[in-house]
């Protein structure tokens, strides 16, 4: 079985300009969450999405926002880049939403000039 | 979700076993320990979980203590391969969704 797919793996932007990543989740699996990895905070939260409703968000601003098609695969998008937000964003994917055991693809790496 | 303790690093002797401790002094009855590692350049990988019993799988073994405020994750025959930030998670299970709080983690290096 397919794992958790993230495209694209790495993305170049400048300040200001908006960008969208994608996740597909492990085949059977309805549950998709975003998390964004940085040097300085670690591996943060953003948001869960389950049967195209946004369950859970985490402390991220406006500007982060994300959505999820009939088929489970999820995109997030962010808007107005700042420097800050390089990072590696990583998407899980979990059968159902209780389901005990997430899966994690390889991330996307952003880096924002 | 309670709050977790990790020393931030840790070597270990390839083919050794590697015991990763934590501590969840804070955790509630109905809170599961989960540990997870990351790769470098990687995505996170479960490795196991735990309520209060004792476990163990194909990776490694979870040793819980009887009054539930500390874990030790065993990795029994530690290899190069194993080299990897490892985090201890506490959480609830059947809580409405599936958010992990990610801590500092363990950086685990296995030197030959």
């Known amino acids: 079985k397919a794992g958790v797919t993230q495209t694209p793996r790495y993305l170049i932007k400048t300040r200001g300009q908006q960008v969208t990543l994608s996740c597909s989740p492990i085949?059977?699996?309805?549950?998709v969450s975003w998390y964004q990895q940085t040097p300085g905070q670690g591996l943060q939260f953003l948001f869960e999405y389950f049967s195209e409703t946004q369950r859970n968000k985490g402390n991220f601003p406006g500007r982060f926002s994300g959505r999820q098609f009939s088929n489970s695969r999820s995109e997030m998008n962010v808007s107005t880049l700042e420097l800050g937000d390089s990072a590696l964003y990583l998407c899980?994917?979990?059968?159902?939403?209780?389901?005990?055991?997430?899966?994690f693809g390889p991330g996307t790496r952003l880096l924002v000039l | 979700d309670a709050k977790t303790t990790q020393p931030p690093s840790m070597d270990c002797a390839e083919g050794r076993a590697a015991n990763l401790p934590c501590n969840h002094s804070?955790?509630?009855?109905?809170?599961?320990v989960y540990w997870y590692r990351q790769i470098h350049s990687q995505g996170p990988q479960y490795i196991i979980h735990g309520l209060k019993n004792n476990e163990t799988n194909e990776m490694a073994s979870l040793i819980i203590t009887e009054d539930r405020k500390s874990s030790t994750l065993i990795l029994p025959h530690a290899t190069l391969r194993d080299t990897a930030v490892y985090y201890c998670i506490v959480r609830v299970e059947g809580a409405a969704g599936n958010k992990l709080t990610f801590g500092g983690g363990t950086r685990v290096l296995v030197k030959p």
């Open positions: 085949s059977g699996h309805r549950s």
């Open positions: 804070t955790i509630s009855g109905n809170e599961y």
């Open positions: 899980a994917s979990s059968l159902a939403e209780l389901a005990e055991t997430q899966y």
